[in-house]
């Protein structure tokens, strides 16, 4: 059974930082992209930032230079740095895989998702 678990979330000023996590299980996802999406309050879940098979980086606009994505897959791990955080980065974030090696941006084409971590950012 495939199964995505987040961590990391919490509250943080704005200009801090923190660092999610997810742990992937029940496959081997070194051939899979990657990705981290959100969904903000009374808003729709959008894309954050992917990484892809060949470690391919991608970034929404509104956190690039900001966020930095990264996988360990020996450890079977995606990671999402997250600096300078902003109040409207606050939103439940989601650790996303797809059966394929290159990002996609929308959330249908993953295949798995992990349950969610809250992100709260204060000012």
């Known amino acids: 059974q495939v199964q995505l678990v987040e961590s990391g979330g919490g509250l943080v000023q704005a200009g801090g930082s923190l660092r999610l996590s997810c742990a992937a299980s029940?496959?081997?996802?070194?051939?899979?992209?990657m990705a981290w999406f959100r969904r903000a309050p009374g808003k729709e879940r959008e894309f954050v930032s992917g990484?892809?098979?060949?470690?391919?980086?991608y970034y929404a606009d509104s956190v690039k230079g900001r966020f930095t994505i990264s996988r360990d897959d020996a450890k079977n791990m995606l990671y999402l740095q997250m600096n300078s955080l902003k109040l409207e980065d606050t939103a439940i974030y989601y650790c996303?895989?797809?059966?394929?090696?290159?990002?996609?941006?929308?959330?249908?084409?993953?295949?798995?998702w992990g349950q969610g971590t809250q992100v709260t950012v204060s000012s």
């Open positions: 990484i892809s098979w060949g470690y391919g980086t």
């Open positions: 029940g496959r081997t996802f070194s051939t899979y992209a």
């Open positions: 996303a895989a797809r059966g394929s090696p290159t990002v996609v941006r929308t959330t249908p084409g993953y295949d798995y």
